[in-house]
Nanobody, 124 residues
Framework: QVQLVESGGGLVRTGGSLRLSCAAS????????MGWFRQAPQKERELVAR????????DYADSVKGRFTISRDNAKKTLYLQMDSLKSEDTAVYYC?????????????????WGQGVQVTVSS
């Protein structure tokens, strides 16, 4: 089974940028859709962005459209989330997720493999 490890989180000022990475090991990466979720304190986990196996199709939560960009490098077995114009409400633990098949619909928050999460804190 694939193992996912997130990195790149931290503390950033409002309006700043961060780039999260999710490195996959010990399993297949190329043939599966991937996604980013986040969970803020006392809130449910929510989908941030998802991307299909090839990177040709992606979609985003309304709250991050135009500010976040999801991408993947299948040769490096790595998923990315570029986060720009960060807001305080983006503060959360961010998780990457591998779906059970190649299409974005596989990223449903209920199935697949999860990373351990990385903290992102946006302060003013």
């Amino acid at each position: 089974q694939v193992q996912l490890v997130e990195s790149g989180g931290g503390l950033v000022r409002t309006g700043g940028s961060l780039r999260l990475s999710c490195a996959a090991s010990a399993g297949s990466f190329t043939h599966y859709a991937m996604g980013w979720f986040r969970q803020a304190p006392q809130k449910e986990r929510e989908l941030v962005a998802r991307i299909n196996w090839s990177g040709s199709s992606a979609d985003y939560a309304d709250s991050v459209k135009g500010r976040f960009t999801i991408s993947r490098d299948n040769a490096k077995k790595t998923l990315y989330l570029q986060m720009d114009s960060l807001k305080s409400e983006d503060t959360a633990v961010y998780y990457c997720n591998q779906g059970s098949n190649s299409g974005t619909a596989a990223i449903d928050g209920r199935t697949g493999v999860w990373g351990q999460g990385v903290q992102v804190t946006v302060s003013s």
